[in-house]
């Protein structure tokens, strides 16, 4: 167990709608990262946060946006979903934020997306 | 920019066969590398890393040493075990990304009994 938590596991939805997949980081740790892993694209960073604030971002759509309330959990929004959004999304969190270049990155077991 | 190759998968081996799953990296001066190993149904966590050129990670029987003259990392393990039968990540930091860890495309192993 990483003692990242993300919930739902599972997330099923149609085309045009909006869904939030929720992230709870490691207790200590102050940056949560997003990851998009899909079959064609590969393992995708998303964006990352450091004790509230936006720290870097990766390949993240303007349909999709995020971010990380007081109490260090995260929320990734995704809106107007298409087909090509089915995925599964990871979160991870490290103790610094230095992105896992110097520091262990510990991923939750991620939210399976499926768009119909 | 940074970026890594790794092998496609998947790779299938016999129980107490040897692995070796290659990586090559491109990358301006000399980042850390590292490996990720997903299990059936779990999140990547790490595996392996090495800080600099000819260092060598090691962990749960596996190796991997930061190879600066042909920019590789490769990943090997000397006898698998059924429980290592998973997808494992090459990565390395990338600076176009705040220097956030790019991974490969991931190489699934599976250890057949």
């Known amino acids: 167990d990483s003692g990242v938590t993300q919930t739902p596991k599972h997330l099923i939805t149609a085309t045009g709608q909006r869904v939030t997949l929720r992230c709870s980081p490691r207790?200590?740790?102050?940056?949560v990262y997003w990851y998009q892993q899909s079959l064609d694209q590969g393992l995708q960073f998303l964006i990352q946060y450091y004790n509230g604030e936006e720290r870097a971002k990766g390949n993240i759509l303007e349909r999709f946006s995020a971010q990380q309330f007081p109490d260090l959990h995260s929320e990734l929004n995704l809106s107007s979903l298409e087909l090509g959004d089915s995925a599964l999304y990871f979160c991870?969190?490290?103790?610094?934020?230095?992105?896992?270049?110097?520091?262990?990155?510990?991923f939750g077991s991620g939210t399976q997306l499926s768009v119909l | 920019g940074n970026s890594v190759t790794q092998m496609e998968g998947p790779v299938t081996l016999s129980e107490e066969a040897f692995l070796t799953i290659n990586c090559t990296y491109t990358?301006?001066?000399?980042?850390?590398l590292f490996w990720y190993v997903q299990y059936p149904g779990e999140g990547l966590q790490l595996l392996l890393k090495a800080t600099k050129a000819d260092d060598k990670g090691s962990n749960k029987g596996f190796e991997a040493t930061y190879r600066k003259e042909t920019t590789s990392f490769h990943l090997e393990k000397g006898s698998v075990q059924v429980s290592d039968s998973a997808v494992y990540f090459c990565a390395l930091p990338a600076p176009a990304a705040g220097n956030k860890l790019t991974f490969g495309g991931g190489t699934r192993v599976l250890v057949k009994p």
């Open positions: 207790s200590g740790d102050l940056s």
């Open positions: 991870a969190s490290s103790e610094q934020g230095s992105g896992g270049a110097n520091e262990k990155l510990f």
């Open positions: 990358a301006t001066g000399y980042p850390s």
